[in-house]
C-alpha cells in the first residue's frame, strides 16, 4: 500500500530591474529521476504565466504537489529507496542545482531555458526528505500477572501479555 504525501513549494519572483516589466511564464517540475518508490500524482500549478511586476515588486506563489512512496519498492534497494528518499542535496551556486535523485527534488524554470532569471538557477531547486517508518516490538507480562501461573480445576490456565508496537522511523 502506497503512502501519500502532499508538500507546498513557495515560489518568490522579484523584479531586480529598475523599470516595470513582465517576467516569463514559470514551469514547476519535480525530478524526472526521483528515489525508488516515489511517484508524483500532480503539481498543481504546473505553470505559472508571467505577469507584471513594478521595480523591487516580489510576489508569491505556492506549488502543492501530491504523491506517493511505496515502500515495499523503497526497500528493495535501499540505498536508490530509502536512504534516497531520506537525503536532500540543493547545493546553491549561480548555475549549480542540486541532486535531483534525492529526496522530493523540485525545481522551477523561468522560461524555455531560465535565460531571464537575473541570478541564476542555483536558488531555483528545493527539496524534502522523507522519513522512513520503522517498527519496534515488545512483549512482557501484563500488569497484575503473575510471573508463575497455576493451573485451574480444569487444567487450563490464562496468561495476560501486554504487547507494544512503536514507530521509530527516521
Known amino acids: 500500500e502506497n ?26 517540475e519535480m525530478s524526472d529521476e526521483l528515489p525508488a518508490g516515489a511517484s508524483v500524482e500532480s503539481v498543481t500549478p504546473s505553470t505559472i504565466k508571467g505577469e507584471e511586476l513594478a521595480p523591487g515588486e516580489s510576489k508569491d506563489y505556492t506549488v502543492t504537489v501530491k504523491g506517493a512512496v511505496d515502500p515495499k519498492v523503497a526497500a528493495e534497494d535501499d540505498n536508490a529507496g530509502w536512504k534516497a528518499l531520506g537525503t536532500c542535496d540543493t547545493t546553491s551556486g549561480v548555475d549549480v542545482q542540486g541532486d535531483k ?22 536558488n531555483n531547486d528545493a527539496c524534502v526528505s522523507v522519513a522512513k517508518p520503522g517498527f519496534k516490538v515488545e512483549k512482557g507480562l501484563a500488569e497484575g500477572q503473575a510471573g508463575q501461573i497455576e493451573l485451574d480445576e480444569n ?9 507494544t508496537v512503536t514507530n521509530t522511523g527516521t
Not at 535523485?101 to 537575473?118: E, F, H, P, R
Open 101 to 122: 535523485t534525492k529526496g522530493l527534488y523540485n525545481q522551477v524554470i523561468m522560461g524555455v531555458d531560465n535565460a531571464s532569471d537575473g541570478d541564476g538557477i542555483g
Open 155 to 163: 487444567d487450563e490456565f490464562e496468561v495476560k501479555y501486554l504487547i
Open 3 to 28: 503512502d501519500e504525501f502532499e508538500v507546498k513549494y513557495l515560489i518568490t519572483v522579484t523584479n531586480t530591474g529598475t523599470v516595470a516589466g513582465t517576467f516569463e511564464d514559470l514551469s514547476d
